[in-house]
């Protein structure tokens, strides 16, 4: 009777033990994956910062040309 109980809690051990070890392994990927997530979001991070000033700078250069254009229209205006 008690080899029966003893084999039972050994499988239950080995169970537990398997189990534990495909958890590590999940977390291993997980911690991969988390790393790989942060990267791209640092990547995306920095285009978003880079697009941002191309934007203003493109801002810029409208109000410029815009400035140019009222001053050519004023002229033809003056003509």
Same mark, same amino acid.
């Given at each position: 009777?008690?080899?029966?109980?003893?084999?039972?809690?050994?499988?239950?051990?080995?169970?537990?033990?398997?189990?534990?070890?495909?958890?590590?392994?999940?977390?291993?990927?997980?911690?991969?994956?988390?790393?790989?997530?942060?990267?791209?979001?640092?990547?995306?991070? *920095?285009?978003?910062?880079?697009?941002?000033?191309?934007?203003?700078?493109?801002?810029?250069?409208?109000?410029?040309?815009?400035?140019?254009?009222?001053?050519?229209? *004023?002229?033809?205006?003056?003509?």
């Amino acid at each position: 009777m008690s080899f029966e109980v003893f084999e039972k809690l050994e499988a239950k051990v080995q169970q537990a033990l398997d189990t534990i070890t495909l958890l590590q392994m999940e977390i291993e990927e997980l911690k991969e994956k988390n790393k790989t997530l942060s990267h791209e979001v640092q990547d995306a991070s *920095g285009n978003r910062e880079a697009l941002v000033r191309e934007n203003e700078q493109l801002k810029s250069e409208q109000v410029a040309w815009q400035e140019r254009l009222r001053a050519l229209l *004023g002229k033809m205006d003056d003509v």
